[in-house]
């Protein structure tokens, strides 16, 4: 398993259930440590599974302490001019960020961090059915909340 790829995956993971670069950061960091500290000789199909675990408690961990939610960082530069891409991204990710929590990390687990099907079932406890079943669901009311608002998608 190649750590510097798998700790740029988790941050992204952890970043994205934060919404706080320096809370991200932290809380990656302190998955790898408690991953090295159990010492545990895995199956190499079974690490990542358990790095995300490790992760995802940690991420209902921070939100439980702060009991708010935090506010991602933006950028407000006035004279920046948005193209149809950024605009649509935008869009898609308002969408994303009003479906349920456990939708948004499928999303997340699936397309942002690349993970196959396999591993979302270990880290989520669902089955390969009900991953496939949800995802296509979740892309399909994506793609209709797009088209209503005008939007185009790929």
């Known amino acids: 398993m190649d750590l510097s790829e798998q700790y740029d995956k988790i941050y992204r993971y952890c970043y994205f259930k934060v ?12 998955t790898f440590l408690r991953y090295f500290s159990k010492n545990l000789s895995l199956d ?18 921070e939100y439980r302490k702060n009991s708010k939610e ?12 948005p193209t ?17 929590q456990d939708e948004q990390e499928l999303l997340l687990l ?13 880290i989520t406890g669902l089955s390969r059915f009900a991953i496939y079943r949800k995802i296509s669901r979740i892309l399909k009311y994506l793609k209709t909340e797009l088209q209503r608002g005008g939007f185009s998608y790929e």
């Open 19 to 30: 919404h706080h670069c320096q809370t991200a950061e932290d809380i990656t960091q302190e």
């Open 110 to 122: 699936r397309y942002a961090n690349e993970l196959p099907i396999a591993s979302i079932c270990k």
């Open 44 to 61: 190499s199909s079974k690490e990542l599974p358990y790095l995300y675990t490790i992760a995802r408690n940690l991420c209902i961990e």
């Open 70 to 81: 935090i506010i991602s960082e933006t950028n407000d530069d006035p004279g920046y001019d």
């Open 84 to 100: 149809e891409e950024w605009i649509n991204s935008i869009a898609l990710k308002e969408l994303i960020y009003k479906l349920p």
